[in-house]
């Protein structure tokens, strides 16, 4: 079963009377432990896609299945769960909070989940911080860390909840082209080992080069899909 299925999705905004239709009508599989780039210029619909594999806003009209489950269906406190449980989320500011070192904020999204006991948490992240290759920055806060750093402690926060999908709008964006790379690569590595699904987004055609498969998307619709059977269906 595909982790995210896609089928006619449209969205929709307003703008003043203006209506803006960010998506027209796009079928879309991504079966799990793919690594896939969501390529297109800016404006072209990636994040509002991202946005509905993240369960952070509902189609217009289709239907979008997260893990086998229609997220239109789900009342907002179970799209949250759901979102909690399912995703997790590397942005391109890196969103990581300036007062807490490394360790304590890869292990913040844990201190949520009161199942997992204290020795459980220690092990997960000193996991994600040596997959990430930080063990040597573990007490640094992240305003002492430079932008590919901060990506990695990003990456590993992402991961360690052990989500199903993760999912990284233009991670690269605030980086120099070598250290893009390099963050690309490594979410190459943990997507091997870990079997972890990621999906990117990006208009940088040297980072594209790097994904298994590249969706294509222009002016709110699939030009390639990647992959020959979507092609055709
Ligand atoms: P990309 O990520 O490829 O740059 P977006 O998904 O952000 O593209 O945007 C697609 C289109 O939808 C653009 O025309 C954008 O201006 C519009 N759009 C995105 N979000 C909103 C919103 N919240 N309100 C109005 N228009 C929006």
Known sequence: MPVVELKGVKKHYMLGQTRVEALRGVDLDIDGGEFIAIAGPSGSGKSTMLNMFGCIDVPTDGQVKIDGKDIS????????????????????SFNLIPVLDVYE??????????????KEREALVMRFIDEVGLRDRIHNKSYELSGGQ???????RALVTRPLIVLADEPT??????????????MRTINEEEKTTFVFSTHDAHIMGEARRVVRILDGRIVD????AEGAA
Do not use: M, Y
């Open 73 to 92: 269906s789900l009342s907002d406190k179970d799209l949250t769960r759901w979102r909690r449980e399912k995703i997790g989320f590397i942005f391109q």
């Open 105 to 118: 904020n890869i292990e913040f999204p844990l201190l949520l989940d009161r199942s997992l006991g204290r």
């Open 150 to 156: 901060r990506q990695r402690v990003a990456i590993a």
């Open 173 to 186: 964006a605030n980086l120099d082209s070598e250290t893009g790379t390099r963050i690309i690569e490594l």
């Open 225 to 228: 899909a990647g992959r020959a």
